[in-house]
């Protein structure tokens, strides 16, 4: 995994975590959603870059 893909990711799950807090904190059910799926596409994009890595070595 590329270090600038690990970043990428881990910044797309941040800011999920921040969308979903905001969404549960102004009670915007459609805000906690997005947060929740960045957070979800974050966590797949590192098991993808997770799996190429395997299969490099």
Do not use: I, P, Y
Not at 9 to 15: P, R, T
């Amino acid at each position: 995994m590329s270090g600038e893909d690990k970043v990428k990711n881990v910044a797309e799950k941040a800011k999920g975590k921040a969308k979903e807090a905001a969404g549960k904190a102004v009670g915007n059910e459609r805000l906690t959603a997005e947060g929740k799926a960045d957070q979800v596409s974050g966590d797949a994009k590192q098991a993808g870059e997770k799996v190429k890595d395997v299969f490099k070595h």
